[in-house]
Nanobody, 128 residues
């Protein structure tokens, strides 16, 4: 099994920045993709950004140019640098991981959240 723990959430004013972190532990050698999802109040969970073990990335249109996903393969961990935050970015942010990059692509294309492992989430609140 893989355990994922998020950190870095909090309250920020509109236009500000936050950096989320996700640390993985357990059978991390199985991981071939990691991602950030978010779920706003009363909304479905949606993809924010995904990164493969080879460094390939993909972003939701709503965050392109503002959010940046990165990874530290040695730890392993991923990060989400969030800039120019807006009220609509308020949500619980979840870290996810999957054993297969191909499966991850299918999940992302289908706009579902059927990845193998999930953290418990960290709350980001943007005040206007």
């Amino acid at each position: 099994q893989v355990q994922l723990v998020e950190s870095g959430g909090g309250l920020v004013q509109a236009g500000g920045s936050l950096r989320l972190s996700c640390a993985a532990s357990g059978n991390v050698f199985k991981i071939n993709a990691m991602a950030w999802y978010r779920q706003g109040l009363g909304k479905q969970r949606e993809l924010v950004a995904v990164i493969a073990s080879n460094g390939s990335t993909n972003y939701a249109d709503s965050v392109k140019g503002r959010f940046f996903i990165s990874r530290d393969s040695a730890k392993p961990a991923i990060y989400l640098q969030m800039n120019n935050l807006q009220s609509e970015d308020t949500a619980v942010y979840y870290c996810a991981a999957d054993n297969s990059w191909i499966h991850t692509i299918v999940v992302v294309a289908a706009a579902t959240d059927d990845l193998d492992y999930w953290g418990k989430g960290t709350l980001v609140t943007v005040s206007s």
